[in-house]
């Protein structure tokens, strides 16, 4: 039965002389909009959402393509641009003459509601310059052949096992990210944490199998301290440098633990990001002598293609700050540095999970080798990039179309109507129009 239906059942109902709760209960719809219904002040047929008074379908479907088209290239739409979008969508497309107050912060979120199976809110994530320059198709076309040439050449292609990934990642034990408080209005909502700010890092590895090594710590200092792993992760190691940050000598150490936990399988192939410490002729050549062979992603890319980065990191650090925050309730006191290894030690258990490893692995396009997974999670603005890939054409079809034609003013008819007869829909690309007119803007 479908909801039109329960609706005319219910009303059925009501005409009896049920009441109008029994009737909403009995057919499983709302008791207001039953009533709305009832008397004839809402049709029965009535879909749930925004009434589309000036958007109307194809206008809707060119903001759903803004919305995909500007996260496809690193620049999501806030809610105040989308509200400006979709007014000036309105004034170019809608028939009846569209009033002073439309549109409210309810029409949005009724709107986001509808299209729930794609559209979402979220927080926005930082994308740096640096980032969207280097995200572009012919970067990972080429790492994408280089990478499944090596994997075909040491003959791993069925060895997930034999595929690692080691990034590191700091930490500080008074954690980051905002906590929502309750307090009385007109106070500062403050939350007490530990003073200790002092960075400690650490380096995780894993491989496309769900395996994980145990991680290593680096704090910034000179000695090392014994109390440091009490409590930490089984088998967490420790070490010292002068900034807590990894260095090359620290790297070929931690290279030659790494190869001493390896099974006796060879090779092995350990894909990790370009910085300096990783790269060194010693890295290299003892990696390749003992059967562990580095291969380097290309630089500011690691956010889609490094599988610690892609379903790991993300859910640890969330983990790490709930277990800061709990820390005083367990503990009696607020953490310092030296409490840090202890408190990872459930967040790494958790979030280096063999679920999410493997799924880092999948979801970065390295196991299995994938080159449409590669293209898909890149965003970013740069000449070539994933707005131009065959997906995102799919996706984003009146926006890829109109792209090239585009000089920052609204399309002639001309050039409308030549769309047009391509089997574009003509109010969908004067949203698009719009929407590639603010992209403009903001770049």
Known sequence: MTKSERYQHAI????????????????????????????????????????????????????LEAIEYRATRGVCMGTSQF????????????????????????????WVKRHCDTISYRKGQILDAKRAACSNEDAVRYYFRNLSQAVAVLGLEAEPSRIWNCDETGMT???????????????????????????????????AAGDRMPPMFIYAGAQRKMQWLEGAPVGAVS????????????????????????PAAQPQLLVLDGHFAHVSLAAVTFGEAHGVHLFVIPAHTSHFLQPLDVAVFQPFKALYNTEVKQFPLQGGGLPVKDDVAAMV??????????????RGFTDSGIFPMSLEVMLQKM???????????????????HHTVLAPHFNGQIVSDRVQSAMKRRGLQLDTLQVASLSLKMLLEQL
């Open 12 to 63: 059925n109902a009501m005409d009896g002389g049920m009441s109008a709760r029994e009737a909403a209960e009995r057919y499983l719809v709302g008791r207001e909009s039953l009533r709305l219904r009832f008397h004839s002040l809402r049709p029965i047929e009535c879909r749930s959402g925004p009434q589309q008074l000036y958007i109307n379908d194809e206008a809707d479907a060119g903001l």
């Open 83 to 110: 509200r400006t979008l979709v007014r000036q969508a309105a004034l170019a497309t809608s028939l009846k003459p569209v009033p002073a107050n439309f549109l409210g912060f309810k029409w949005v979120q009724r």
């Open 173 to 207: 034990a008074q954690g980051s990210g905002a906590e929502r408080v309750l307090c009385p209005k007109g106070r500062g909502a403050n939350v007490r944490r530990s003073s200790d700010r002092e960075n400690v890092s650490m380096l995780g590895c894993v491989n």
């Open 239 to 262: 070490a010292v440098t002068e900034s807590s940050n990894i260095n090359t000598g620290l790297f070929l150490k931690w290279l030659r633990w790494f190869v001493s936990m390896l």
């Open 345 to 358: 030690r459930v967040p790494f258990e958790s979030a280096f999970s063999p679920k999410n490893t493997k």
């Open 379 to 397: 965003v970013g603005g740069a000449k070539g990039a994933c707005a131009n890939s065959r997906s995102s054409k799919t996706l984003a079809r």
